[in-house]
C-alpha cells in the first residue's frame, strides 16, 4: 500500500473516530488538541506526507487508536516506518 493510500486511509479513522482533521499552511509543525468539545488535529499540508500521516498518527494515539481495527498494511506502516508502536 503506498503512502498516499495510507495517509487517505488515517484521514478516514480519524472521522470515524469523530476527529477533526484540519489542514493549513505555514511555519507550525502541526499535532492533535481540543476546541471547545471537539478533538482537531491540525496538519501542515507543506510537509513531506509522511510527515503529515506520523501527525495524524500521533493525534490518534493520544485519543484511542490501539482501540480501532487497523488493516495489517497499515499498522505494518505505522510500526514500521514511524517507528511508532500500537
Keep these: 500500500m503506498n503512502t498516499n493510500k495510507i495517509f487517505e486511509y ?3 479513522l480519524a472521522d ?3 476527529i477533526r482533521i484540519i ?3 505555514g511555519d507550525f509543525n502541526g499535532g492533535g ?4 468539545e471537539d478533538i482537531v488535529i491540525v496538519i501542515n499540508k507543506v510537509k513531506p506526507i ?3 500521516s506520523r501527525t495524524i498518527v500521533e493525534g490518534l ?3 484511542g487508536l490501539s482501540d ?3 488493516i495489517p498494511a ?6 514500521e516506518n514511524l517507528n511508532i508502536k500500537i
Design 50 to 52: 509522511e510527515y503529515q
Design 74 to 79: 497499515v499498522r505494518s506502516y505505522i510500526e
Design 68 to 70: 480501532h481495527y487497523l
Design 61 to 63: 494515539t493520544n485519543y
Design 16 to 18: 470515524r473516530m469523530g
Design 23 to 25: 489542514t493549513g499552511k
Design 33 to 36: 488538541c481540543r476546541v471547545h
Design 10 to 12: 488515517l484521514q478516514e
